[in-house]
């Protein structure tokens, strides 16, 4: 059994975590300012995470 402080220590989560939240930030502050949403091939979509190879999911932790 994988105990919460053996995920929360993993730092690949952290990184999908830290990915995600960028994100979803991002996207609530386009929104805010009425800018739209890149389409998802533009350049800069994904801001600092471009040409990175990140994957980009807004929602929640898959378990």
């Avoid at 690949?12 to 009425?34: A, D, P, Q």
């Avoid at 890149?38 to 979509?45: F, I, K, L, V, Y």
């Amino acid at each position: 059994m994988i105990k919460k402080k053996d995920i929360i220590k993993n730092e690949l989560l952290k990184g999908i975590i830290s990915v995600r939240i960028n994100t979803l930030w991002r996207m609530l502050s386009l929104k805010c300012h009425g800018e739209g949403l890149p389409a998802p091939n533009d350049e800069g979509a994904t801001g600092k995470y471009d040409n990175k190879g990140a994957i980009f999911i807004p929602g929640g932790l898959i378990y």
